[in-house]
Structure formats: structure tokens, C-alpha cells
């Protein structure tokens, strides 16, 4: 399975924030050292481990493994 840290989507937006609070959010998130990568996820980039755990022929030796996404988060 997989456990994303942080992703870029407007789901902050959609429960009520204003745009310019999320987007500070997310930059804030991003520049924080804890994050090693620098950035945070996009959808894509959780899309990407999805479709590598469905592929068998890829990640057959993955049994029992949850897939944490989250930059690198220390």
C-alpha cells in the first residue's frame, strides 16, 4: 500500500481556505529542512507508485510493504 506525506492538490481550497492560504501552506511545507526532496508530491507523483505496485511484473518482491511518499521527511 501506499502512505503520501504531504500532496499538492486543492483540497485545502475545496474545504474552505482561500487560494493565497494554500499556496503559502504548501510553500511553507516545502521549504521546511525536514523535507530533504525540497518539494512537495503532486498527484502524479502518487499516481506513479500506484501504477508501479499494480504492475506484478514490476514490484512482485513488494509483499507486505507500505510505500511512504513524503519527500524523504527525516
Not at 60 to 68: A, N, P, Q, W
Request: glycine share 10%; aromatic share 6%; no cysteine.
Amino acid at each position: 500500500s501506499r502512505s503520501p506525506g504531504p500532496v499538492l492538490t486543492n483540497f485545502v481550497v475545496s474545504a474552505g481556505a482561500s487560494e493565497e492560504f494554500s499556496a503559502k501552506m504548501f510553500d511553507g511545507l516545502a521549504k521546511n529542512p525536514a523535507i530533504p526532496l525540497g518539494r512537495i508530491a503532486l498527484p502524479e507523483d502518487i499516481g506513479k507508485i500506484i501504477l508501479f505496485l499494480a504492475d506484478r511484473s514490476q514490484s512482485e518482491i513488494l509483499i507486505g510493504h507500505i510505500v511512504t511518499a513524503d519527500g524523504g521527511v527525516m
